[in-house]
């Protein structure tokens, strides 16, 4: 018990201690750093856009510009938070201001309606046997497919939630909405993924 | 059971997340919701099926790989330098024109007072009265905006006069 809390305690001061590292680094601008941050998130960043657009295009080109608007602002950071909650609520604002240009406000026109582009694509890999294999990779074409039919926001809760692994707080304030929205978008995400999983299971 | 029950249930399993506290280290009021929800999954086949399919879903959604390609990093990396480049050029041209009117304001005002002494000097050895050394200082100070301004007039004036007549 007591190893477990001094082990937490460990993971938490090495977390502030990075956080601090890189608040130091963005206010200097400094480039090597920026190097090695885009390096280290680049395949979580890409696919929490991925997730939150629905289009691998638009998602790509939002990655470029959070990069930007990291070098920019990076004295915003504040320290007393991870680095990945402030990046993903860049992000997150990135994509909000891309959408206000093209409609109204709001993540729901980010539902994607073109079924024929399927960001969330499968390949097989992995270690499991062969049959195992096929059946997660069907389940997770089918839920790939769900996926593209949800609207933006339960996508946002879920790759957050589920991927990042991010607590509900976190989410609250990548997405800037109460803890009871972020609740309920992962709990109707997830309930209307079912149909799709057992379409999978069919 | 009621559909509260079943719905209480549902929520309870969805937002059971990744956080993977001890169950001492879990606060009381949670752990009195797992034991609910443990007690209800041993009566409730539904809900059973329910956290089956939610565990496979994020199971699923897991085993979704979004990679980002190295062409995309490199071109960021790239993008970011030069931005970078360009910010701190933009900085080091601010600090430079902050420091020449920093420099200027100065030389302004000492100028300012040394040229006020020399005049209150002059007038002193002229026997002047202080008014009209004042004036002199003031007539001195304003004298090359004055100038500029009259020579731009006549040019422009010059350049209508011939404009015209070329019309003409
Ligand atoms: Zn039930």
Redesign the interface.
């Known amino acids: 018990m007591s190893s477990m809390n001094a082990t937490a305690f460990y993971f938490e001061s090495s977390m502030a201690q990075e956080s601090t590292e890189i608040a130091r680094g963005l206010r200097r601008r400094d480039a090597d750093l920026l190097d090695r941050l885009i390096e280290q998130y680049q395949h979580r960043l890409l696919r929490y856009l991925v997730y939150l657009t629905g289009r691998r295009e638009l998602a790509e080109d939002l990655f470029q510009e959070t990069w930007i608007r990291v070098l920019e602002r990076g004295h915003q950071f504040n320290d007393k938070y991870a680095f990945s909650t402030w990046l993903f609520s860049v992000a997150h604002n990135l994509a909000i201001d891309h959408l206000r240009r093209k409609q109204p406000a709001s993540l729901d026109g980010l539902l994607n309606d073109n079924d024929e582009d399927a960001p969330f694509d499968v390949p097989a890999t992995g270690r499991a046997s062969a049959f195992d294999l096929t059946v997660q990779r069907e389940q997770s074409e089918h839920i790939a497919a769900g996926m593209q039919h949800l609207p933006a926001e339960y996508r946002e809760a879920l790759v957050l939630r589920f991927q990042e692994g991010m607590s509900l707080e976190e989410i609250a304030s990548v997405a800037r909405v109460p803890l009871g929205t972020v609740k309920s978008r992962i709990y109707r995400g997830l309930s209307a993924l079912e149909p799709w999983l057992k379409g999978a299971q069919l | 059971m009621n559909t509260d029950a079943h719905e209480r249930a549902?929520?309870l399993i969805?937002?059971a997340?990744?956080?993977t506290l001890?169950a001492?280290?879990r606060p009381s009021d949670q752990r009195s919701s797992n034991a609910w929800l443990a007690a209800h999954l041993e009566t409730c086949a539904s809900c059973r099926a329910?956290a089956e399919?939610?565990a496979?879903?994020?199971?699923?959604?897991?085993?979704?790989?979004?990679?980002?390609e190295r062409s995309?990093?490199s071109?960021?990396?790239i993008?970011?330098?030069r931005?970078?480049l360009e910010?701190?050029r933009n900085r080091e041209r601010l600090r430079l024109v902050s420091v020449s009117c920093t420099a200027v304001t100065l030389c302004a005002l000492l100028s300012t007072v040394v040229l006020w002494r020399g005049f209150e000097w002059l007038g002193e050895r002229a026997q002047l009265a202080s008014s009209v050394w004042q004036v002199g200082f003031l007539v001195f100070c304003v004298m090359p905006a004055l100038v500029a301004a009259i020579l731009l007039l006549a040019k422009d004036r010059h350049l209508a006069d011939h404009t015209g007549s070329y019309r003409g």
């Open positions: 549902r929520k969805a937002l997340g990744p956080e001890s001492a280290d329910f399919n939610a496979q879903t994020i199971h699923g959604l897991r085993a979704i790989p979004i990679a980002a995309l990093v071109t960021t990396q993008r970011v330098r931005r970078a910010l701190r």
